[in-house]
């Protein structure tokens, strides 16, 4: 019997670099992600501080046309958090199908490396009984020759 070979190596290799690439994918869609929730939470952070800083000078005297400014650079912050939340979401929505592309890519890997060791304890088990073989022919030679 000839040495252990599983005709589905090149199967098993190509599975691994795909879920390789799969992993590069998920790895970029989470970083893309993790930046577009730091632009949301930069634009929150200078709206409130806006909001704020607003909310000090109507302490004080204030220009009627600052506070105009304010309210108007503030709607417009507002407005680009919402812009930014629907970035967000896509992005969480991207992020999700890498993740489910990956998970399906680890199974295919996992289902033949399951098949690739099922065959080497096939082969393993084949073996053994070939040389269970030689061995009872050899005992069965020495009994016939006394």
Same mark, same amino acid.
């Given at each position: =019997? #000839?040495?252990? @070979?599983?005709? =589905? ?10 879920? %390789?690439?799969?992993? @590069?994918?998920? #790895? ?6 993790? +930046? ?10 200078? /709206? /409130?501080f806006f909001s704020n800083h607003l909310c000090e000078k109507m302490k ?6 600052? +506070? ?16 930014? %939340?629907?970035?967000? @979401? ?20 996992? =289902? ?8 080497? +304890? ?10 269970q073989k030689i061995i009872d022919e050899i005992v069965s030679f020495k009994?016939?020759?006394?």
């Amino acid at each position: =019997m #000839g040495r252990f @070979q599983f005709r =589905m190596d090149n199967i098993l290799s190509l599975r691994q670099k795909l879920e %390789d690439k799969k992993k @590069q994918e998920y #790895g970029e869609a989470n970083r893309k992600l993790q +930046i577009e929730k730091q632009k949301k939470q930069k634009l929150i952070d200078e /709206t /409130t501080f806006f909001s704020n800083h607003l909310c000090e000078k109507m302490k004080d005297q204030i220009v009627p046309s600052e +506070i105009i400014s304010y309210n108007q650079y503030l709607k417009v912050l507002r407005r680009k958090t919402v812009e930014q %939340d629907k970035v967000v @979401q896509k992005a969480v929505n991207n992020t999700e199908k890498k993740r489910e592309e990956l998970l399906e890519a680890v199974k295919q890997r996992k =289902m033949l490396e399951s098949l690739k060791e099922k065959r080497w +304890i096939e082969y393993k088990e084949e073996l053994n009984r070939e040389e269970q073989k030689i061995i009872d022919e050899i005992v069965s030679f020495k009994s016939k020759s006394r």
